[in-house]
């Protein structure tokens, strides 16, 4: 039974079947009426009773596990939000779902399934929601992609929900200084190169993480949790106190209350969500020198929420935007270090004050954001004398830390963090590695030269897959001291602890014949943060050759949840998405089907590729070519043919990849349009290579053209 057909009284019923609940409550669905006697009966069977079952039902979703100590004390987490709910006259039913440990996988093959379960984290609580037909959520996370996972379950099942984070770890000590996870993983490739001894990263080990609670700098569980303010879906002040903290069991106590008000006021993520939060949260992301991982999570969200958001929006803000916060890891401060100078509202006072950020913005207590600053008791600006918290007008750095490259090694875009010197400029040859565990016995044999640049290819989205964090070889190569003369790029992720000029989701991954596939060792390889650039000193010719001998790799799995998330994956550049709703510029698996040419105008019209609705244009030479919504046409190269008097004409191959076996005609089209804007000029027709044009004189022109470069 759908919410909207909510369960009808039979006049020969008695009211003992039925409550006085709100009838649009999906739970209505399998509490009231006689024929739902089995389904209360149940329910009885576990403790709730006639008062629980006359209240809205919210489910808490709880990833706990002893698998890392960001998930191990989520069960009390879970506990105080539950006695929340249950003071405010809600019905709290507990259940649970997997999380993954990013730091205890990382460096190994198991890491490809974290990024994995950011989406099975999504799956099972939308299940759960929709199977049991709960009223509301409280969403409990721990570990990086509890945060995403469960803030996409909250926009697909778009229940009246309050995101809950678990915490954040408390600093460790040793030899007299704060340190965290981070410090371990760079004391590796430190002892590595023998700067260090094994004594001293025994003693290391043993004290970094001196209890519960998520890694302790601003690294992705705390980047996130901290955007999760900022996008509305958490209250603000709830994302900085410590795991191990009586205010975090406050904070969970409060979000079991709030999310009853917003079943009262029905206040749903779609009622929240907007392109102002996305831009909040990307303002906020910058100014605090928050994890790449963010870019990937803000476009999925945002793509699930249906909220217009592409990579280059990171950058724009990211310019206008300055850092006023440096903390781990560019800097040596933690989120508690934060927390105890009034946390994250700080942050988005002052940038609200600067002109940053939308205060109109709508959050999950049914204020704006500039009301819930007003409501908090956060220390003035003129007492806070930290040497890590900076006023807009005297920033740490002028612009934000997310920069979007682009260049001929990543056409779609791909993400760094700064977290030193904004201006670095690094040319230098290529050292190109098939995968991370290549890189990282290179590395770690002390083969690296000032000046390298490290590329570990295959593991995007698709080709890994699931996009394994390199914070292993980052962290070794910074250990040896190359914190400023080495860069890495790749189609994988980073860590939010990983620091110097890293470049990740280098997108089209390798998987799908982008031109990082294409690098070859010793290539001229330049980053370039001021003008934005990644790029490779060879000519469009020679890739293009490199590109024709170019055959995609066999999938790594062939089976199991590996292969299948392998198979769904979006680009990087659009947030790596697998739910079908989100699908924006997808990239389906490579089955190569049809080699097509035909021909577009240059430079007084562009060619928009179609499937579907939806539009990627892509600039080729001096032809703006558009590669489909879903990216389900490659470019194999650029070809001059013959030009008639009426426009300037480049031949262009194209192959095409599907996953379902066959390409229909009907399903893709290419319409040529004047480059300045305005109607259509005419369409080209891609699998009979003709062009059909809309005025009588282009008719002539382009038929005669396509005639004579028929069979070409």
């Given at each position: 039974m759908s919410q909207q057909e909510a369960p009808k009284r039979q006049d020969d019923e008695s009211d003992v079947f039925y409550s006085d609940k709100d009838s649009n409550l999906p739970s209505t669905d399998v509490t009231e009426g006689a024929d739902r006697a089995p389904h209360r009966s149940m329910f009885r069977a576990m403790g709730f009773d006639d008062d629980d079952l006359s209240s809205p039902m919210v489910g808490v979703a709880n990833p706990a596990a002893d698998i890392t100590p960001c998930n191990v004390h989520l069960d009390d987490v879970a506990e105080a939000a539950v006695e929340g709910i249950d003071a405010a006259g809600g019905m709290p039913i507990e259940f649970g779902t997997i999380t993954i440990s990013d730091a205890i996988s990382m460096g190994t093959e198991g890491m490809k399934a974290s990024l994995i379960s950011r989406e099975v984290i999504a799956d099972s609580v939308e299940l759960v929601s929709f199977g049991e037909r709960m009223d509301a959520l409280v969403t409990v996370a721990g570990c990086d992609k509890n945060l995403p996972g469960m803030m996409m379950a909250a926009i697909r099942t778009d229940l009246p929900t309050v995101f809950l984070y678990g915490g954040s770890i408390m600093p460790g000590e040793h030899q007299g200084r704060s340190v965290t996870i981070q410090n371990v993983f760079e004391g590796v490739g430190t002892f590595a190169e023998g700067q260090m001894s094994a004594e001293e990263l025994d003693d290391l080990e043993r004290h970094a993480c001196p209890g519960a609670g998520s890694c302790g700098g601003m690294f992705t569980a705390n980047t996130m949790a901290s955007i999760s303010e900022a996008l509305g879906l958490a209250p603000l002040g709830s994302a900085d106190a410590p795991a191990e903290s009586p205010e975090r069991y406050d904070i969970a106590a409060r979000a079991g209350e709030a999310v009853l008000q917003a079943?009262?006021?029905?206040?749903?993520?779609?009622?929240?969500?907007?392109?102002?939060?996305?831009?909040?949260?990307?303002?906020?992301?910058?100014?605090?020198?928050?994890?790449?991982?963010?870019?990937?999570?803000?476009?999925?969200?945002?793509?699930?929420?249906?909220?217009?958001?592409?990579?280059?929006?990171?950058?724009?803000?990211?310019?206008?935007?300055?850092?006023?916060?440096?903390?781990?890891?560019?800097?040596?401060?933690?989120?508690?270090?934060?927390?105890?100078?009034?946390?994250?509202?700080?942050?988005?006072?002052?940038?609200?004050?600067?002109?940053?950020?939308?205060?109109?913005?709508?959050?999950?207590?049914?204020?704006?954001?500039?009301?819930?600053?007003?409501?908090?008791?956060?220390?003035?600006?003129?007492?806070?004398?930290?040497?890590?918290?900076?006023?807009?007008?005297?920033?740490?750095?002028?612009?934000?830390?997310?920069?979007?490259?682009?260049?001929?090694?990543?056409?779609?875009?791909?993400?760094?963090?700064?977290?030193?010197?904004?201006?670095?400029?690094?040319?230098?040859?290529?050292?190109?590695?098939?995968?991370?565990?290549?890189?990282?016995?290179?590395?770690?044999?002390?083969?690296?030269?000032?000046?390298?640049?490290?590329?570990?290819?295959?593991?995007?989205?698709?080709?890994?897959?699931?996009?394994?964090?390199?914070?292993?070889?980052?962290?070794?190569?910074?250990?040896?001291?190359?914190?400023d003369d080495v860069a890495l790029l790749t189609d994988g992720r980073f860590s939010g602890?990983?620091?110097?000029?890293?470049?990740?989701?280098?997108?089209?991954?390798?998987?799908?014949?982008?031109?990082?596939?294409?690098?070859?060792?010793?290539?001229?390889?330049?980053?370039?943060?001021?003008?934005?650039?990644?790029?490779?000193?060879?000519?469009?010719?020679?890739?293009?050759?490199?590109?024709?001998?170019?055959?995609?790799?066999?999938?790594?799995?062939?089976?199991?949840?590996?292969?299948?998330?392998?198979?769904?994956?979006?680009?990087?550049?659009?947030?790596?998405?697998?739910?079908?709703?989100?699908?924006?510029?997808?990239?389906?698996?490579?089955?190569?089907?049809?080699?097509?040419?035909?021909?577009?105008?240059?430079?007084?019209?562009?060619?928009?590729?179609?499937?579907?609705?939806?539009?990627?244009?892509?600039?080729?030479?001096?032809?703006?070519?558009?590669?489909?919504?879903?990216?389900?046409?490659?470019?194999?190269?650029?070809?001059?043919?013959?030009?008639?008097?009426?426009?300037?004409?480049?031949?262009?191959?194209?192959?095409?990849?599907?996953?379902?076996?066959?390409?229909?005609?009907?399903?893709?089209?290419?319409?040529?349009?004047?480059?300045?804007?305005?109607?259509?000029?005419?369409y080209v027709d891609g699998m009979a290579s003709r062009v059909t044009p809309t005025s009588r004189r282009q008719r002539r022109c382009f038929e005669n053209t396509a005639r004579r470069n028929s069979g070409r």
């Amino acid at each position: 039974m759908s919410q909207q057909e909510a369960p009808k009284r039979q006049d020969d019923e008695s009211d003992v079947f039925y409550s006085d609940k709100d009838s649009n409550l999906p739970s209505t669905d399998v509490t009231e009426g006689a024929d739902r006697a089995p389904h209360r009966s149940m329910f009885r069977a576990m403790g709730f009773d006639d008062d629980d079952l006359s209240s809205p039902m919210v489910g808490v979703a709880n990833p706990a596990a002893d698998i890392t100590p960001c998930n191990v004390h989520l069960d009390d987490v879970a506990e105080a939000a539950v006695e929340g709910i249950d003071a405010a006259g809600g019905m709290p039913i507990e259940f649970g779902t997997i999380t993954i440990s990013d730091a205890i996988s990382m460096g190994t093959e198991g890491m490809k399934a974290s990024l994995i379960s950011r989406e099975v984290i999504a799956d099972s609580v939308e299940l759960v929601s929709f199977g049991e037909r709960m009223d509301a959520l409280v969403t409990v996370a721990g570990c990086d992609k509890n945060l995403p996972g469960m803030m996409m379950a909250a926009i697909r099942t778009d229940l009246p929900t309050v995101f809950l984070y678990g915490g954040s770890i408390m600093p460790g000590e040793h030899q007299g200084r704060s340190v965290t996870i981070q410090n371990v993983f760079e004391g590796v490739g430190t002892f590595a190169e023998g700067q260090m001894s094994a004594e001293e990263l025994d003693d290391l080990e043993r004290h970094a993480c001196p209890g519960a609670g998520s890694c302790g700098g601003m690294f992705t569980a705390n980047t996130m949790a901290s955007i999760s303010e900022a996008l509305g879906l958490a209250p603000l002040g709830s994302a900085d106190a410590p795991a191990e903290s009586p205010e975090r069991y406050d904070i969970a106590a409060r979000a079991g209350e709030a999310v009853l008000q917003a079943v009262k006021e029905d206040l749903r993520p779609s009622d929240i969500l907007s392109k102002k939060s996305f831009e909040n949260a990307i303002a906020l992301q910058v100014a605090i020198g928050g994890s790449t991982n963010a870019v990937l999570h803000l476009l999925a969200l945002a793509a699930e929420a249906g909220v217009d958001l592409t990579i280059e929006e990171f950058d724009a803000i990211s310019r206008r935007t300055p850092k006023i916060a440096n903390l781990q890891p560019g800097g040596t401060k933690t989120m508690n270090d934060l927390h105890e100078e009034g946390g994250v509202p700080v942050i988005i006072r002052r940038l609200l004050d600067g002109g940053h950020f939308h205060g109109d913005a709508m959050t999950v207590t049914g204020r704006t954001i500039k009301e819930e600053l007003a409501e908090l008791e956060l220390p003035a600006d003129e007492e806070i004398t930290s040497d890590f918290i900076y006023p807009v007008e005297d920033p740490y750095q002028a612009e934000g830390a997310i920069k979007i490259l682009t260049g001929n090694l990543a056409p779609d875009g791909a993400v760094l963090k700064v977290t030193g010197d904004d201006a670095f400029h690094h040319q230098g040859p290529a050292r190109v590695f098939e995968d991370e565990e290549a890189a990282m016995e290179y590395v770690q044999e002390g083969h690296i030269k000032s000046g390298d640049v490290i590329v570990i290819r295959n593991e995007g989205p698709q080709g890994g897959p699931g996009m394994r964090e390199m914070l292993g070889v980052t962290a070794a190569v910074v250990g040896q001291g190359h914190e400023d003369d080495v860069a890495l790029l790749t189609d994988g992720r980073f860590s939010g602890a990983t620091r110097g000029p890293m470049v990740g989701h280098v997108a089209p991954e390798a998987a799908v014949g982008g031109p990082i596939a294409l690098l070859e060792d010793g290539d001229e390889i330049t980053v370039d943060i001021p003008a934005r650039e990644l790029s490779v000193d060879v000519s469009d010719a020679e890739l293009d050759q490199r590109r024709e001998a170019w055959t995609p790799r066999d999938p790594r799995y062939t089976s199991g949840v590996l292969a299948k998330y392998g198979q769904t994956f979006g680009s990087a550049a659009n947030g790596a998405v697998t739910s079908p709703g989100a699908k924006q510029n997808w990239a389906p698996p490579k089955t190569v089907l049809n080699r097509i040419r035909f021909v577009i105008s240059s430079p007084r019209y562009r060619l928009d590729v179609r499937r579907g609705r939806g539009r990627f244009d892509r600039r080729v030479g001096n032809a703006l070519v558009g590669q489909g919504e879903r990216e389900d046409a490659q470019l194999l190269g650029v070809q001059k043919v013959h030009s008639p008097s009426c426009v300037r004409l480049w031949g262009i191959r194209y192959q095409f990849w599907s996953r379902v076996g066959d390409v229909n005609e009907s399903e893709v089209s290419w319409v040529l349009r004047p480059r300045g804007g305005g109607s259509p000029q005419g369409y080209v027709d891609g699998m009979a290579s003709r062009v059909t044009p809309t005025s009588r004189r282009q008719r002539r022109c382009f038929e005669n053209t396509a005639r004579r470069n028929s069979g070409r």
